[in-house]
C-alpha cells in the first residue's frame, strides 16, 4: 500500500513540528505578509501533519526545497 510507504518514508525524515512550523511562518510571511500567531502556526501545523502523507509535484525546484519537511512522490503513484 502506497500511503504506508509514504508514513514511513515521512517518518524516516524525521519531519517534526519544528520544520512544519518554519514552513508555515515562511509561508504566512510570503502571502499575508504577517507572522502567524501562536494559534495558527499551531492549527497549520497540526493540518499539516494531517495532510502531508506525500506532496506530488512535476517541479522539481520545488520538490529539492521542501525535501526533508514533507515527503515528495512521484507522479505515477496516482495510477498504481
Known amino acids: 500500500d502506497w500511503t504506508d510507504a509514504f508514513r514511513h518514508e515521512r517518518e524516516k525524515t524525521g519531519t517534526s513540528d519544528e520544520a512544519i ?7 504566512f510571511t510570503k ?6 500567531t501562536s494559534q495558527e502556526r499551531a492549527e497549520y501545523v497540526a493540518l499539516t501533519q494531517l ?4 506532496l506530488i509535484t512535476l517541479d522539481r525546484k520545488f520538490a529539492r526545497s521542501i525535501k526533508g519537511i514533507v515527503p515528495v ?8
Open 21 to 27: 512550523g518554519k514552513l508555515v511562518e515562511e509561508l
Open 31 to 36: 502571502i499575508l505578509e504577517r507572522a502567524p
Open 73 to 80: 512522490a512521484p507522479i505515477e503513484v496516482l495510477t498504481s
Open 51 to 54: 495532510q502531508a502523507d506525500a
